[in-house]
């Protein structure tokens, strides 16, 4: 099956400091998603982004298909995106990388 | 904006005990999924259905475990006898008719089994 890579495993910023995180997958996919999971588990859906840019107010990712990686961009961080982001690549089932647990400090 | 649900929200569960998970997908969506998480780990895919069949499934989804779209709306994980270790948070997931579209995960449902 596909192999997902994130890095890196942690991160810590200043509140206010950019950010990225990087999503590395072993094979073509044709679906590619980013997600945070919020502190009650919940996984919410940030990108579904299986290539090109996209961006949703501080956050946007990139998808370069053909070099088989995503990259998620935080900027203006803020205390409330601390938790773990989950990349997830694949085609008719998604397979999960270990996730980036990103700490923000006030 | 249509959504996946799941219930209950979260269960306990005696070890031994059958457990039946619930799901609501979207609509009009064709493929359906779960998937579970141990706590601290990885998501990881349990199984996918599709055309009132099983359409893949992982190693962790074994005799124990089985799934049923019972009535076109709903969509279960079923497991016979629980385990300690089936303690964990469950996701189902549904994506429409094209294989490559986006999949859309419920809120999960937290399984701690006693």
């Known amino acids: 099956g596909i192999q997902v890579e994130q890095s890196p495993p942690d991160l810590i910023l200043q509140e206010g400091a950019n950010s990225t995180l990087r999503c590395n997958f072993s094979?073509?996919?044709?679906?590619l998603q980013w997600f945070h999971q919020n502190p009650w588990g919940q996984l919410i859906n940030l990108f579904y982004?299986?290539?090109g840019t996209k961006q949703n107010g501080r956050l946007s990712a990139t998808t370069v298909a053909t070099e088989r990686y995503s990259l998620l961009y935080i900027s203006s961080s803020q205390t409330t995106d601390s938790g773990v982001y989950f990349c997830a690549a694949g085609d008719y089932k998604l397979s999960f990388g270990a996730g980036t647990t990103v700490t923000v400090r006030a | 904006e249509p959504e996946v649900t799941q219930t209950p929200s979260h269960q306990v569960t005696q070890m031994g005990q059958e457990v039946i998970l619930r799901c609501v997908p979207i609509s009009n969506h064709l493929y359906f999924y779960w998937y579970r998480q141990i706590l601290g780990q990885k998501v990881e895919f349990l199984v996918s259905f599709y055309n009132n069949e099983i359409s893949e499934k992982s190693e962790i989804f074994d005799d124990q475990f089985s799934v049923e779209r019972p009535d076109g709306s709903n969509f279960t994980l079923k497991i016979r006898s629980t385990k300690l270790e089936d303690s964990a948070m469950y996701f189902c997931?549904?994506?429409?008719?094209?294989?490559?579209?986006?999949?859309?995960f419920g809120q999960g449902t937290r399984l701690t089994v006693v």
């Open positions: 982004i299986p290539s």
């Open positions: 997931a549904s994506r429409d008719q094209t294989g490559s579209s986006e999949a859309f």
């Open positions: 094979d073509s996919v044709n679906n």
